[in-house]
């Protein structure tokens, strides 16, 4: 890797229990009593298993990372900004790495122009977009700064800023043609026994080409951490948190593009937020996740859960050999990658690599549909 790029970066100790105002009200939302947040690099299982459609690839060359968004970008995964272990807690970084899925071989890129955690991140005909984010700090606000990614010439370019009322952090994202749309996400995540978590139900929608924004009909409920794909003319927007990381929903919202209506599809068999998701084909893979109250998880999920978006149905799959949430996932070829991540509440990144092939025999029990 390139030793002399300069990484700017904004300390800050992590504790992720959090809390939130909502209507000038502050609604607790604190870890599971037991699973307090880490900070720092985060603990890992002892003899992860893999098989069942489950293969683990070179862990990040950089090293830990979570809070990052990925895209994919012809066979090439990009990691991009997230926090960091340093000084024992952890850090926002600009950094960017690309793992190549032919040679499995780690790089890295041009960094992001500006730290950021939770980068709201699509990739559109060859680019990657940057469309806002959180910032580091003692409290992590949302940043319309935006940007595009030229792999040929390894520059980012800047953007006109997200608008001001559009402005959030960990948004599901969904790519139709040239437009980006980005539903919920976050503007305030206060690190630290009661912080506050700022949820919002926002919808929007990007046009690369005319770089014009639309806002649209809001999600039924508010949503962050929540995971995001396109299939098809519709936006699927899945589980997610509302407020803090116990607040775990498994709800399925779908979002017509032709219409703009929104309806409710068959929910996920487990509520969680944190999630990675990424499509293969007509259906949408979901991994791990945060707000685990059972004993010994570490309030992480394990669970990899696929939905059919044709049958409107469910199935479960072989779960995660290494539990993460903070994490995000990118589809190459039939294969869909899982970098980085935390193996903890709060901040406990790692670095592992992984990559889930649906064809590889990992499915497991089907779900009913909604009624």
Known sequence: MK?????????????????MTAGGAAVPAHAHEGHPPAAGEGPLPA??????GWHELPGIEGGPRQEHSVAALGEKIYVLGGIVPEAGGVTTVDRVEVFDTRTRRWSEAAPLPVPMNHPNVAAVDGRIYVLGGLTGGASWEATGASFVYDPKRDRWSSLPPVPREMVRGSAAMGVKGRTVHLAGGMRTLTPGPGG???????????????????????????RDHVGGAVVGSTFYVLGGRDRGQVNVRDTVYALDLRTGRWAERAPMPTARGGLAASAVGGKIYTFGGEGNPA???NSIFDEAEVYDTA????????????????????????????????TAAGGAPVATNDAYRPNGHGHGRGQGSRP
């Open 3 to 19: 030793s002399n790029r300069r990484t700017r970066t904004a300390m800050v100790s992590l504790a992720l229990a959090a809390a």
């Open 47 to 52: 003899d992860p298993h893999y098989g069942r």
């Open 196 to 222: 506050l978590q700022d949820t919002v139900d926002t919808v929007s929608a990007y046009d690369v080409d005319s770089g014009r924004w639309r806002d649209l009909a809001p999600l039924p409920q508010a």
């Open 295 to 297: 004993p010994g998880s």
């Open 311 to 342: 049958r409107d149905r469910w199935q479960r799959l072989a779960p995660m050999p290494v539990p993460r949430h903070g994490t995000a996932a990118a589809t190459v070829g039939d294969t869909v990658h899982i970098p980085g991540g935390g």
